[in-house]
């Protein structure tokens, strides 16, 4: 089983267990680092890496919660136009009402959690999949931040540099942060009662309730959690812009879903990890950077991404037969 | 310890009055019903009487629409599981529910996981867990095993476990023993035992009369959700328990075979399919029943599914209808081209389409005779031939086009069954064809069976009730640790037979 | 005495072209006049050219020239998505010592200002090509008719500043702008939005687009509903696909911004900021207005 | 049961599921249609509804085959991809090599289906989730796109004219073509083999398999009939726009998903009908021509839009709940 989540908790199998998990990770990050260190002057440094760990925040905090998501059976296609419009309320806040850094962030987060509970209220009250609900909440989140920014982007200027310019052991604040959600998460997946709940619902909901315990909750809390890093994540970026484009995020639902199915979590629920999705980030960041870096030309650049994203999910199917045999 | 007696003056623990529950029809009609302290209150009833209902309303999964209840003179009215579990009545459901990626200890104490600040106290859940599994004959197994990886039964022991895993005052048993053999019946019974002891009540459910007279104290007879009687278990004859739930007489006598076997069907060499399955071979002959017998576990069903082409096969030979030379069977589709069915263990996951109509789940992989040109199904002729196979096989629904989902246990079973009649296979593989399926039913398959093997046709079929075995197969092999260890005739052997053959694998030290 | 550090060959400088959108066909000319160019200077320097996925996707676009300040190029040749979220990475990169070149779409004045930042910008002056298109058609059309405007992405700048530019004209001329709403650049959206139009106004005479994919999909729309030839198009970007339908008049007018030309006017500009180390002044690159070869009609 | 599909070889009591089945369908179509022409001057006009007539042909023909590959449980998430592919193969194949139409016509519908040929096969080998390998194909389709076009839009002038230009009873061929493929998708779905099997699969494929039926070229049929139907959208589109976008059908896939679930269809498998896709394409047809036509602003358009979406899948929830009440 590569199934971090599970059963993480036997002391014996635990060292062949993370072996399986993230070996065949790490080796294709590994190969892609290579390869692009090889084709390229400037890859293999400390400035790219930097430049990645910089960048990557956001990315990691959605796919962070999609993961949830997708452990619970459920899918959130809204991320990206729920950072569209967290970015857009921070923006807004900070551009045109002039509110201080602290009141504007604290009405960010409070939209993405809203846009969270709308995504679970909705799809519990009325048994709805949350493919639809969530692709309703696409189309009305960014409507939404059209609406707030009149379309246009809001200058922030530095009213929220220090988020970025934080820096410990030259690591910014967002990746320290978003580091800190990856391993709080992971654990709260694998040692907290919560966290078997989330396996639990995954696996077998109807099993769940009729064990006693009410789902829902469960379910809203993940739809919330996953607005919440989304807000964070529209907060970073914020900062990182220096500004507030009311587009921001287009296309991030099927990138954060490719990069946690890459790391190994099922679309089918009951499965996954919090740190093999942020594998998975790192994987799509490094492969993007080395493009670019390349120059490659951008047909290339999507030829090499579906292929990469197939070969992943065909390589994790065999790693995961390959740890199923031998148990 | 049949027919064990309570004082007339034990206190009650639980009464139910004028309970009533409507789904499309009326379920269960105003149900009077008396639990003693201490005692093994039997359920029984034909598939569909309404038992596994009032077992839910008593858990707190469903409300009643009329009547109230009172549990211990007080009035009790669940608003769901938790809270009757809170006043002391739990149930183990009939339906397997476990949650596969979970682990063993984790299900035993799902929703009272031991934790602190929310994080959950591994050492102390595995420690607490360690004596209820072996309670219940999981000491082989690690308490951090994930549930999936177990068979069936032992998935079964584990709700059993979990279920003992908390003071209670009323256990309710909802057939616990569809999935168990032998011995793991005789380690449950032991726990009833020394829980009753203890004043803990039992509302235990089964369609096997033979434990039940074993175990009750009382019986209740349900019929058509009607509760007809309570009687003390000891001057209850067991024909008398079948008469009431029935309606009617049932002899349940040995069903022999009108003629002699014809030719070779099915000869199976070296089968192996490891790690459950490691060696068989055996002759299946057209015109008998051959049954199959092991413990859980033995790997009956993994040797059906070798033959069936369900599962990979690492090594052995499948020879059909005499010939020498090896059939072809890579995929179900090859082994059914060939004549061959296999009837499921699982019927819900692994047999019938649930929400499709019975006429759809009967004709499923048979379309061939309704069709006319590009493929249209001829609607009329189709319905006439499902409903002549509902009439032959005694299925009871409204019509052919009700959702089989809504057919109790046993109809399903002979839907399921019709749908293999009607694909004309000779060699029919069975897996538990009578499981949760109630004497009345149990008796008719047993009677299509006979039918079909007097008809010519090969019939290999694995259950876990030996006495069902017994009576209805012409021989009977035994598998044990994934080996076929023994093959009977039933004129010359015993249950003890079966279950030493069956018990053999795991004294013996293979090479 | 042997050549220290400082007097070995220098390495030809590393310029980065950063677009937008490579799927749109204006970047895409863009490219590959800049690789032209290139190839003819291959001993002048070294081209790196990216572009987005999605023009929408702003920040992918940031995250490239990190990516580029990361690897250390001489010079950044941007076109930016977004005239406002780009200037702090580009400041960011001026900081680094990179020279920094603004084409196409001009950054934030404001924003520039604020970050004390001085970026030259080479490129065309979208509302200026944008009413000269719209002039062009009013010369087909009497003051007060009915004319609809089909405008890009909805805070893309260049596609605001054609919109200005057409209602700066069509306002000019006295039409009459019934409605402004986006086709998102895109065929088949412009294709829905301008079917309805015409259902719904039947007085409609002229639709103004803000690229001529749209003006693809505003055609075939009229032309479905049989009022091909009785309402005017007009596009942006002359991409090679509208020849024909120019040369047929079913497309009047569109503007020619020279694309392949663009890219490499700025990366001309960046090798000489390289040379001299100065900054040198915003240049304007042409716009041309192109009409169908023949006479044009009177009004 | 709202469910055409899975039985609707009863006669006797067809006619109530038919008004169960399509009366809310055919309401909230009559709602939109009636609150537009009352905001409109000329909505409800013939005019408007040869506009909606001749824009959703291709519209149609994805949402038939995304029916379908819903129906089998699965997903298509590279419709838009590949007609995108499909349409720079035709406009490539006139504009460039100047090949005949019917050529280029059939080198088109032979990307579709190679696209359909690899994601079914692909799943189906590897066993793989449709989501993940749809989502690849999604890159790769667009990136050949692109690399056969070299990002140009081409122009193909009239080659395609007859397609759409040949009209009867005030009907455009590509109408009527996709009308008959409703209709013929329909009556495969519900009256033969092939249909019984697409329904058994998405309902329980473990099952059909133990029946003794291989489910994989059914599913492999499936997704080259998307493939096929998409090419044909592409074609059709060819020919209406005179011109073979790179860009074409972008974000395509999450439409035709709404508009099928719009219709009823679940995205667990085995319930659907075509005909109610059909609707469901029609309701956001309706939608969008009446939105442009009140001229409304783009982010009143998008939340309207979502709205609509969860608003029609909870009132779907409801119709269903009515009709299992009442059998
Ligand atoms: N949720 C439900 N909706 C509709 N009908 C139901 C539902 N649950 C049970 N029924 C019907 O109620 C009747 C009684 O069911 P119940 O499960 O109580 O029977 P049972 O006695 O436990 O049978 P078995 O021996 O097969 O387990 C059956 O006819 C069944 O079809
Ligand atoms: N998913 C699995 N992974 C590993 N081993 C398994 C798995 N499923 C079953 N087994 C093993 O296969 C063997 C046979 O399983 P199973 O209990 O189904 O056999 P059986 O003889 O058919 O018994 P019964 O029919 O009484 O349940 C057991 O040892 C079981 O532990
Ligand atoms: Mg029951
Ligand atoms: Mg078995």
């Known amino acids: 089983m590569n199934d971090t989540a599970s059963h993480a908790h036997g002391r014996i199998a635990a060292g062949r267990r993370w072996l399986a998990d993230y070996l065949g990770l790490g080796l294709a990050l590994a190969l892609l680092v290579l390869v692009f260190s090889l084709s390229t002057r400037h890859f293999f440094s400390l400035t790219t890496f930097q430049t990645i760990a910089n960048q990557i925040p956001s990315a990691i905090l959605i796919a962070t919660g999609m993961t949830y998501v997708l452990l619970i059976a459920g899918i959130d296609l809204s991320v990206g136009s729920v950072l569209g419009l967290c970015t857009a309320v921070v923006g807004v806040g900070l551009a045109q009402g002039h509110w201080p850094a602290p009141l504007a962030i604290l009405a960010g987060l409070a939209a993405g959690l809203a846009a969270g509970a709308f995504n679970g209220l909705v799809s519990i009250r009325w048994n709805l999949p949350p493919f639809i609900v969530t692709l309703g909440m696409l189309e009305i989140a960014r409507g939404g931040a059209h609406f707030l920014t009149r379309s246009q982007t809001q200058y922030v200027g530095s009213a929220l540099a220090p988020i970025v310019e934080t820096h410990l052991l030259g690591l910014s604040l967002p990746f320290l942060l978003a580091l800190a959600v990856v391993l709080g998460s992971q654990w709260i997946l694998t040692r907290t009662v919560f966290g078997r709940y989330l396996v639990a619902i995954g696996t077998n909901e109807e099993a769940v309730r009729l064990s006693g315990i009410d789902p829902r909750p469960i379910k809203i809390a993940v739809y919330l959690y996953s607005g919440l890093l989304v807000a964070l994540a529209a907060v970073i970026d914020t900062a990182r812009f220096e500004s507030a484009n009311p587009n921001a995020g287009s296309g991030f639902e099927l990138q954060a879903i490719a990069a946690v199915v890459i790391g190994g979590t099922s679309l089918m629920g009951g499965r996954g990890s919090v740190v093999s999705s942020f594998f998975g980030v790192l994987i799509i960041a490094v492969l993007n950077t080395g493009l670019a870096a390349v120059g490659a030309r951008d047909e290339t650049k999507r030829l090499v991404t579906g292929l990469v994203i197939v070969a992943a999910v065909i390589v994790d199917q065999y790693r995961h037969r390959w740890s199923q045999t031998k148990p | 310890m049949p027919g064990m007696t309570r004082p007339a003056d034990t206190p009650l623990l639980l009464r139910t009055a004028g309970l009533t529950k409507d789904y499309a029809t009326r379920v269960l009609d105003s149900v009077d019903l008396e639990i003693l302290e201490g005692e093994v209150h039997a359920l029984v009833g034909e598939n569909g009487a309404g038992k596994s209902t009032l077992a839910r309303i008593l858990a707190g999964l469903i409300r009643p629409d009329a009547g109230h209840i009172e549990l211990a003179g007080e009035p009790y009215a669940p608003s769901g599981k938790r809270q009757a579990e809170a006043q002391g009545v739990r149930m183990v459901m009939q339906e397997l529910n476990v949650i596969g990626r979970l682990t063993v200890a984790e299900s035993i104490f799902f929703g009272h996981l031991p934790h602190r600040w929310g994080a959950i106290d591994y050492p102390g859940l595995h420690r607490a867990a360690r004596p209820l599994m072996d309670q219940v004959g999981l000491s082989d197994v690690a308490p951090d095993r994930p549930l999936e990886t177990l068979g069936v039964g032992r998935q079964q022991m584990v709700e059993i476990a979990a279920a003992l895993s908390r003071q209670c005052r009323l256990l309710i048993l909802d057939e616990p023993t569809a999935a168990l053999t032998a011995p793991e019946i005789e380690r449950l019974f032991d726990q009833i035992r020394r829980l009753g002891q203890q004043g803990v009540s039992f509302l235990y459910i089964s369609h096997r009369m033979e434990e039940i007279q074993r175990i009750s104290d009382r019986i209740s007879v349900l019929r058509d959700g009607r509760l007809l009687t309570t009687r003390g278990a000891a001057g209850f004859g067991l024909d008398e328990v079948v008469r009431l739930m029935v309606g009617r007489p049932l002899e349940e006598t040995r069903l022999a075979a009108s003629r002699p076997p014809n030719g070779p069907a099915l000869r199976v060499d070296g089968l192996a399919a490891p790690p459950a399955l490691r060696h068989a071979s055996f002759e299946l002959r057209f015109g008998e029943i051959l049954g199959l017998a092991g413990l859980m576990g033995a790997g009956r069903t993994e040797m059906l599914r070798a033959i069936f082409g369900a599962d990979r096969r690492a090594a052995g030979r499948i020879c059909l209808r005499g010939s020498s030379a090896p059939a072809r069977i890579d995929h179900p589709r090859d082994a059914v081209r060939q004549g061959i069915a296999l009837l499921t263990e699982d019927r819900k996951a692994q047999g019938l389409l649930l929400p499709l109509s019975v006429l759809a789940n009967v004709t499923l992989n048979h379309l061939r005779p309704f069709c006319r040109a590009g493929g249209r199904i001829q609607a009329a002729a189709e319905r006439r031939a499902v409903e002549q196979w509902l009439d032959q096989l005694g299925v009871r629904c409204r019509s052919p086009l009700q959702p089989v989902a ?69 021989r009977i092999g035994v598998m044990s640790a994934g080996r076929w260890v023994a093959t009977f005739d039933r004129n010359t052997c015993s249950q003890d037979d079966l279950l030493h053959a069956a018990l053999s694998g795991y004294t013996r030290t293979h090479p | 005495q042997p050549a220290g550090p400082s007097e070995r060959a220098e390495p030809k400088p590393r310029v980065a072209l950063i677009m937008k959108s490579l799927a749109n066909e204006f970047f895409l000319t863009m490219e590959n006049g800049a690789r032209a160019h290139q190839r003819a200077h291959a001993d002048q320097y ?43 990475v580009a400041k960011k990169a001026q900081d680094a010592g990179i020279a920094v070149v603004n084409i196409d779409n001009q950054f934030d004045a404001q924003v520039l200002a604020d970050k004390q930042a001085r970026i030259p910008f080479v490129g065309p002056d979208n509302r200026k090509g944008a009413r000269r298109v719209g002039e062009h058609l009013a010369k087909h059309l009497r003051s007060g008719d009915a004319v609809a405007i089909l405008e890009g992405a909805p805070n893309a700048f260049n596609g605001i500043q054609r919109r200005l530019g057409f209602e700066d004209a069509m306002k000019a001329a006295g039409m009459n702008i019934i409605s402004s709403q986006s086709g998102y650049w895109e065929t088949d959206k412009a294709n829905q939005v301008v079917a309805a139009l015409a259902g719904e106004h039947p007085e409609l005479k002229a639709v103004l687009c803000a690229n001529d994919s749209m003006a693809l999909g505003a055609v075939a729309a009229l032309r479905a509903a049989g009022k091909a030839g009785q309402v005017r198009v007009v596009g942006y970007d002359n991409i090679s696909a509208v020849q024909n339908l120019l040369r047929e008049g079913r497309i009047l007018a569109t503007a020619d911004q020279h694309a392949d030309q663009l890219a490499v006017f700025g990366i001309e500009y960046a090798l000489e900021m390289l040379r001299t180390r100065g900054t040198p002044a915003d240049r304007e690159t042409p716009v041309d207005l192109v009409t169908a070869p023949g006479p044009s009609p009177q009004p």
Chains 1, 4 share one sequence.
């Open chain 2, 406 to 474: 809504e057919l109790s246990g046993g109809n399903q079973q002979k839907v399921l069954m019709a749908r293999w009649l009607h694909r004309n296979c000779d060699i029919l593989l069975l897996d538990e064809p009578t499981r949760g399926i109630d004497v009345g039913a149990r008796f008719e398959i047993h009677r299509l069976l006979r039918q079909g093997a007097d008809q010519g046709r090969a019939i290999l079929m694995a259950s876990s009730d030996l006495r069902e075995l017994l009576g209805v197969c012409d």
């Open chain 3, 46 to 88: 070294d081209l790196l050219a990216n572009g987005i996925k999605d023009e929408l996707d702003v920040s992918k676009q940031i995250d490239l020239v990190e990516q580029m300040i990361a690897q250390k190029v001489d010079a950044i040749v941007i076109a930016p998505a977004d005239s406002k979220a780009l200037v702090a």
